[in-house]
């Protein structure tokens, strides 16, 4: 059964960091794209970023560029997020999805496959 379990969400004060794990099980992520999105209290869910399958390029929501970064192993299974230089307005319950196509979006309507998503929030 396809799956994608995230990790790795906290309290955390503002300018500090966090890194984001979306481990997949019952299909290897090589021929997948994955995109990370967030949904706060009272907002639509957006797009945070998002990395192709076989080109492994990259896109970012202009809200989050220079202070996160997307990467993939495909060995663990595994694609994370960094976040640096964390805001308040960071603060959301974080999915990420999956879909085997080979450029990824920031569309969440283009994706099949959702985690639970985890819970970060920033404040002091």
């Known amino acids: 059964q396809l799956q994608l379990v995230e990790s790795g969400g906290d309290l955390v004060e503002p300018g500090g960091s966090l890194r984001l794990s979306c481990e997949a099980s019952?299909?290897?992520?090589?021929?997948?794209?994955i995109g990370w999105f967030r949904q706060a209290p009272g907002k639509e869910r957006e797009g945070v970023s998002c990395i192709s399958s076989m080109s492994g390029s990259t896109h970012y929501a202009d809200s989050v560029k220079g202070r996160f970064t997307i990467s993939r192993d495909n060995a663990k299974n595994t694609v994370y997020l960094q976040m640096n230089s964390l805001k308040p307005e960071d603060t959301a319950v974080y999915y990420c999805a999956a879909e085997p196509m080979g450029e990824a979006t920031l569309i969440a309507a283009a994706y099949d496959y959702w985690g639970r998503g985890t819970q970060v929030t920033v404040s002091s």
């Open positions: 019952g299909f290897t992520l090589d021929f997948y794209a």
